[in-house]
Structure formats: structure tokens, C-alpha cells
């Protein structure tokens, strides 16, 4: 039918109603879809969506029927399901009747992953000696529910389009696994190299959580580079919209993301998209599984200080990288890029 839409399931960073906008944009019909109409935790990023399925005020009872409600809708009103990490009702049992259902309705359904959602803590232990949570019997109890997350899911469900931290993870589960790259709204970004001419450049730095971005490590190496009369501004800011941080970025010259995860997010993307020199860790096994013109600024606890410093010093460097980093995201990025590519995924999975 054509008034069917493909569902955008899920608030990753803002990103799935960027999807969903830009197929509005091409006359194809999407909706991005979420569970609560307010923001995760304590931030306030404001991000958008079409529908929430519930407030936040609302009680337990409306909740479960709205969510019950909608689930049964789908079949009605949608010709395809991307789900963003989650899925209506409960990832673990989506195979006990949410997957099932789809299925007996021919409804292609594909999924993306977020970080926490799959990433299983022993793994990313062995991989990653910075990764920010360390093995306990609370991990260990996590990681089985991640396990049988993954098993839920691939029941019923064959597809995967991730980024690559999570492509070997899925590999064992999933039918087929699809490359899947952050997408940006280029035209909501101001990109502004950093000036040639500037010696006391701007740091920026705007955790989602501190823990997990290793605020506390880009905190001491700016403390001592201060103490040693390095000349920088460093900006600290949490709790900010989407429109406020976009703004914050275009006036900064370099951005620290994150030290602890192993790969980089949107906001990494974001602020490279803003011409930037972003810094942010990647694994050293997953370097290779990135375009070899990846221009992000490479630190982790251990070398954030050095790699700082680095920068602080060298204009030029700060903004020849910013320069290759708006190129890269143009080429790789881009939300028309990233939706060209996931109408490919589409028609294949759909034709199956």
C-alpha cells in the first residue's frame, strides 16, 4: 500500500528523524517513532521525532496500552521496520511475539545497534584496556542479557546495518550484516575552520556521560597544561539542546569527544562536520574497518595530554585536519549519503 511508511523505531542520538526527514524528502514515507516524549537521564538535548507513544506523566497502565496498541498497528500502517537498538516491546522477547508477528505480515525488519545496548563488557575488556567498565559479577549478569538479547532478536529478525565496532558481534546471529555510518544534517551545521592565526585556541568538551567519555582524564591534562602556562580556553558544558550545541561547535577549534568507548558516535561526526579537529579513541584493531582518510585525533587516557598539547601549539595542524574532516564527512556522512545507501539495504532485504 502506498500510504504504508518505513519505520524509524527508536531516538539514537537524533539520528533516526534524520532518516526519516530526509526519505520525507524524496517523496518516500517515514516516520520516526519513540518510546517517551521527554530526554534520557538528565540531559536536554531536545532532539526531534514525529510521535512519541507515551508521555512522561502518563501511568504504567496507558504506557503498556499504548505501546500494546501501537504494536498491533504496525502491520496496518507499516511496509517496513528499522529499528534503532530497540525494538516496541522489550528487546529480550521480541522473538516471543512482537518478531513473530511481523514476520507473519512479510514485514522486512532490520536493525541497528547504540553502544550499551550490545556491547558485551568481557569483549570489550579484552579489547580495550580503557574501556570504561571493568569485569564484576554485575557485568557478567549484564553480559547474559545482552546474550540473549542478541538471540531474541535473531530469531525472528536477519538483518543487521551497524557501525564497525559491532560488526563482529553480530556476525555470529544475524542472516546478513550491513556497514551502517552516523548520518548528519549538514544543512543544520555551520562549518567554520579554525583560524590559521589564533594561539589561544577554544577547547570544547560536551559529555553525554562523564564516565563513559573519560571527562575526568581530559580535566587533568588541562589542569596541568594550564599549571605549565599553555594558552587555551577549555569549555566544559553538559545539559545543552541540540541547537545550542551545534552552535557551541562552530565556535570552538578543537573538540574532545571521548577517551574510554573504542570508536567514535555522532557527536564525533557532528563536530567534525563543523570542521573541527576531533579527538576521540579508536581501537587499534578497528582502525583498519574505517575509510583510510579517517581525520579524527587519536588519544585515550594515556596520550590525551600529548595529543592536546600538540594541538594546542600547531594552528596549522588544527586547521588542515578540520579541513579533511568536513571533506569526510561530506563523503561518508552526509544523511543523502547514508540514506542512499540504506535504500539499497531495503530493496534487498525487502526482496528476500
Not at 500510504?3 to 523505531?9: E, T
Not at 584496556?129 to 538479547?149: A, Q
Not at 535473531?154 to 559491532?166: G, I, N, Q
Not at 577554544?202 to 602556562?229: D, Q, S
Request: charge should be positive.
Amino acid at each position: 500500500m502506498e500510504d504504508k511508511y518505513i519505520l524509524q523505531f527508536g531516538s539514537l542520538a537524533g539520528w533516526p528523524y534524520k532518516i526519516a526527514k530526509e526519505l520525507r524528502n524524496r517523496s518516500i514515507n517515514s516516520k520516526n517513532v519513540i518510546y517517551l516524549d521527554s530526554e534520557w537521564k538528565d540531559l536536554n538535548r531536545r532532539l526531534k521525532f514525529d510521535r512519541a507513544l507515551y508521555k512522561k506523566s502518563d501511568n504504567i497502565f496507558i504506557k503498556i496500552y499504548n505501546l500494546l496498541k501501537y504494536l498491533h498497528d504496525v502491520p496496518k500502517e507499516v511496509s517496513l521496520v528499522h529499528y534503532h537498538s530497540s525494538n516496541i516491546f522489550f528487546r529480550e522477547l521480541h522473538w516471543l511475539y512482537e518478531g513473530r508477528l511481523y514476520k507473519k505480515h512479510n514485514i522486512p525488519m532490520i536493525i541497528t545497534f547504540g553502544g550499551g545496548d550490545v556491547r558485551e563488557i568481557k569483549l570489550a575488556n579484552e579489547l580495550n584496556e580503557h574501556f570504561f567498565l571493568k569485569n564484576s559479577f554485575s557485568t557478567f549478569i549484564r553480559d547474559i542479557k545482552t546474550k540473549i538479547r542478541f538471540w531474541s532478536w535473531s530469531k525472528r529478525l536477519d538483518y543487521v546495518v551497524t557501525d564497525p565496532e559491532f560488526i563482529d558481534y553480530a556476525k555470529p546471529y544475524f542472516k546478513k550484516v550491513f556497514l551502517f555510518r552516523q548520518p548528519v544534517d549538514l544543512s543544520l551545521i555551520d562549518c567554520i575552520y579554525p583560524d590559521e592565526n589564533n594561539d589561544i585556541p577554544r577547547i570544547l568538551h560536551i559529555p553525554t556521560e562523564p564516565i563513559v567519555k573519560g571527562t575526568v582524564y581530559i580535566k587533568e591534562a588541562v589542569k596541568r597544561l594550564e599549571e605549565e602556562g599553555y594558552k587555551f580556553e577549555f569549555v566544559l558544558k553538559r545539559q545543552i539542546t541540540q541547537e545550542e550545541m551545534y552552535k557551541e561547535i562552530t565556535n570552538c577549534d578543537i573538540y574532545v569527544d571521548e577517551l574510554r568507548c573504542g570508536s567514535h558516535g555522532v557527536t564525533a561526526v557532528e563536530t567534525m562536520a563543523a570542521g573541527k579537529p576531533t579527538i576521540t579513541y579508536i581501537r587499534d584493531d578497528l582502525k583498519s574497518k574505517f575509510p583510510p582518510e579517517l581525520p579524527l585525533v587519536i588519544a585515550n587516557p594515556d596520550t590525551i595530554y600529548d595529543v592536546l598539547k600538540g594541538l594546542i601549539l600547531d594552528s596549522k595542524k588544527r586547521y588542515e585536519i578540520g579541513k579533511n574532516s568536513r571533506t569526510y564527512v561530506e563523503k561518508y556522512h552526509d544523511v543523502k549519503v547514508v540514506v542512499d545507501d540504506l535504500l539499497k539495504i531495503y530493496e534487498e532485504i525487502s526482496n528476500k
